[in-house]
């Protein structure tokens, strides 16, 4: 067993101990548990980001294996527990908070009342701007990192990360939408991922993007 | 002259967020808009006039995630 300690040392060896202590002290809500949200969780677990909670309704299936973080063993298992496994085999140490159930209405404030990170990672675009709008309109101290427009073989390139109003940042290529004919694909999606995870640990460190 | 999405558009002045959306081709369920730093509520876009000297951000989500 590799012991809280051994891990932390590790992390040392990368980071100054500054940066280490803030994203040990910081937490990311995770809206979404997805080819982004599966991915961004396990990206921010690695970087040691003290506490996740994480937020899905949905059961692991087959047709996610091609993007998302999760394996054949997982199929069948809600999102968040399947998760919280893969993340406790990477650290152990990390808090995982878990909420199994759908974002909509009443549960929007029971949710996220107090959580000054979240990232958006659903998939479907109405839901997007649910979340974006309710966080923007009623929790003034919280900002967001969202995804939009990644499926398909697109130039990579196109995929960056937008701070497109005060308290929002965009990460994708803003119009490639998932469609019959043009789905998800693990190297876009995960691109994506990446450029979302890096922006919530630039804001943990007190950066911004323009 | 009021700007949106960091172009300069004319004729714009006296229409509501609503209408703008509307004739800019955007689905207003999908979008999030943003009037000089403040976050438009969903309810106002109805009411809220677009005036001379706006800056106006609209995000428009598409799906995949």
């Known amino acids: ?210 | 002259m009021v700007r949106i999405n960091g172009i300069n558009m004319e004729r714009i002045e006296g229409k509501t967020i609503a209408e703008y959306l509307e004739q800019a081709g955007f689905d207003s369920s999908r979008v999030a808009v943003e009037r000089n730093g403040a976050i438009v509520p969903k309810k106002s876009y109805e009411e809220v006039i677009i005036t001379e000297a706006d800056t106006i951000e609209v995000v428009s989500f598409v799906g995949g995630g």
């Open chain 1, 1 to 210: 067993m590799v012991t809280k300690k051994q891990l932390e040392q590790a992390m040392d060896q990368r980071f100054s101990k500054e940066v280490y202590e803030k994203f040990k002290q910081a937490k990311v809500c995770i809206a979404g548990l997805g080819g982004l949200g599966s991915n961004i969780a396990v990206m921010l677990a690695r970087s040691g980001i003290g506490t996740l909670k994480l937020i899905d309704f949905d059961m692991v299936d087959i047709t996610n294996l091609n993007r998302q973080a999760y394996r054949i063993e997982h199929i069948g298992m809600p999102k968040t527990r399947a998760l919280r496994e893969i993340i406790g085999e990477i650290n152990p140490y990390i808090k995982v908070e878990t909420i199994q159930a759908k974002v909509m209405g009443e549960n929007l404030e029971k949710f996220f009342a107090g959580e000054t990170l979240v990232c958006e990672a659903f998939d479907n675009p109405e839901y997007k701007a649910m979340l974006v709008n309710y966080l923007l309109e009623r929790q003034p101290k919280t900002i967001v990192v969202s995804g939009s427009g990644m499926a398909g073989v697109g130039s990579s390139n196109q995929i960056c990360t937008r701070q497109k109003m005060k308290r929002l940042y965009v990460c994708g290529d803003g119009e490639s939408d998932a469609y019959a004919g043009m789905g998800l694909l693990s190297p876009r999606v995960s691109i994506c991922a990446g450029h979302q995870a890096n922006m919530l640990l630039r804001l943990i460190l007190g950066e911004t993007e323009s």
